[in-house]
């Protein structure tokens, strides 16, 4: 039985307790049920082996970070609180399975089977929920994937001019605001920088370039 300071957090919804642990501790230990191969108690898609690989890959980097929470559904006969505790039982092979974060777990077991030790210093956020049922595991699963808005990619582009570092993207980065700033240039108050128009004059996407 290994034993957790959880934090318990309340809210219309229901009850959730978050612990953080080591990924080799857990990757391995929660189930994902697809809705297209269990049609009874199955909630998430299909896995994305780019996305997978993107996140393996991703993981890789020295400034790599998973700072959401895996959300999961426990099995109450292996993960119990219990004297201001949360306990997980060694004796059972799952302890759970997956409500958000199914491709984040995958491109950590990938990265485990070349890299094992590389998750030795990834410390993931688990949130646990207790006793609820599928129905409401579903509305779980598509209230936090259904209401996610994409980020502007112009914006995550602007964003590279933060990096102290030189690196391909600032430099990409500060090309495109030189030729949206230059006055001689033809792309002169033309693009949006931010991903929308802030100007009339701003007719080309960041994207687009």
């Known amino acids: 039985m290994s034993t957790h300071n959880y934090i318990q957090y309340n809210q219309p919804g229901g009850s959730f307790y978050a612990i953080t642990i080591n990924a080799l501790e857990i990757i391995n230990r929660l189930e994902i049920r697809r809705r297209s191969q269990d049609s009874d108690s199955g909630i998430q898609r299909d896995d994305d082996k780019k996305r997978v690989k993107d996140i393996e890959n991703y993981l890789q980097k020295p400034e790599a970070i998973i700072p959401t929470p895996i959300i999961v559904s426990a099995f109450r006969d292996t993960v119990r609180i219990e004297n201001n505790s949360l306990e997980i039982s060694e004796a059972s092979e799952l302890i759970g399975h997956i409500l958000d974060g199914q491709h984040r777990v995958l491109g950590l077991r990938a990265l485990a089977a070349r890299e094992p030790l590389q998750l030795k210093q990834i410390e993931l956020l688990i949130v646990f929920v207790f006793e609820i049922d599928i129905y409401s595991e579903a509305t779980i699963f598509s209230t936090i994937n259904s209401n996610q808005k994409q980020v502007s990619k ?56």
């Open 154 to 209: 112009s914006l995550i582009y602007d964003l590279f001019s933060l990096d102290p570092n030189r690196s391909k993207p600032r430099v990409c980065h500060e090309i495109v605001k030189s030729l949206n700033d230059d006055y001689e240039s033809p792309f002169y108050r033309k693009i949006k920088i931010l991903g929308k128009k802030i100007e009339d004059t701003e007719t080309v996407s960041y994207t687009h370039l």
